[in-house]
């Protein structure tokens, strides 16, 4: 609810994200035929939100390796408790590829590694994350002495949760002036091929 709170104007987007309702390709074609099913991208068939996010063009590459980069910088600033860096930004680099997240060692982050597992790395990104961040995070804060409320486990759940949902808007923003146009003449391209995708429709029906 917090994270929800720091996006106030986008919070129709954010619970869709949530609830994995946005208009992506697959959804909208399923009750507007005409439209497109297919990543503009790469032409995989059937283009969800998983997809934005794992696409292997180049462009989504580098939004990907932008996202890491922001979550890390987001932790560092937190005072983070070491480790839990990693296995978040790791976790999140084997999602992207399509792989499970490595296997931590110590025993002391195994239930953190294994409810996450459960939840899905995907739900970082609908903002669902295993109450073992904020609990280990709470600890590290207490055994050290560090008194900030603006540092606790929640907080820190909250912060990381909306740099991750500030990475996705850029995307998703990417996204639609891929498919959608970003200027004049790209818009006037992408209408175009709607207009093409709507009379061959059409004429399926000619008889």
Same mark, same amino acid.
């Given at each position: 609810a917090a994270a929800? /709170? *720091?996006?106030?104007?986008?919070? !129709? %987007? !954010?619970? *869709?994200?949530?609830?994995?309702?946005?208009? #992506?390709?697959k959804i909208v074609h399923r009750y507007e035929k005409t439209k497109p099913h297919q990543c503009i991208k790469c032409s995989f068939p059937d283009e969800d939100r998983d997809h934005i996010?794992?696409?292997? %063009?180049?462009?989504? /590459?580098?939004?990907r390796s932008q996202c890491l980069k922001a979550v890390r910088e987001k932790c560092e600033a937190m005072r983070t408790r070491p480790y839990l860096t990693d296995i978040l930004v790791d976790g999140m680099y084997a999602w992207f590829q399509n792989q499970?997240?490595?296997?931590?060692? %110590?025993p002391l982050y195994a239930t953190l590694v294994d409810t996450q597992r459960a939840i899905g790395w995907r739900q970082l990104f609908n903002g669902r994350m295993s109450d073992e961040w904020v609990t280990m995070q709470d600890e590290y804060l207490t055994?050290?002495?560090? !008194?900030?409320? #603006?540092l606790s486990g929640k907080q820190w759940a909250s912060g990381i949760i909306a740099t991750i949902? *500030?990475?996705?808007?850029?995307?998703w923003d990417i996204r639609n002036g891929d498919v959608h146009g970003r200027d004049a003449t790209?818009?006037?391209r992408a209408k175009k091929n709607q207009a093409v995708r709507e009379?061959? /429709?059409v004429y399926l029906f000619k008889d």
């Open positions: 929800i /709170a *720091k996006f106030y104007d986008r919070r !129709v %987007h !954010v619970i *869709k994200l949530c609830h994995d309702l946005l208009p #992506t390709g996010l794992r696409c292997p %063009h180049p462009s989504r /590459a580098t939004w499970e997240p490595p296997d931590r060692p %110590h055994s050290n002495k560090i !008194v900030d409320r #603006t949902w *500030k990475q996705w808007f850029e995307l790209t818009r006037e009379l061959r /429709a």
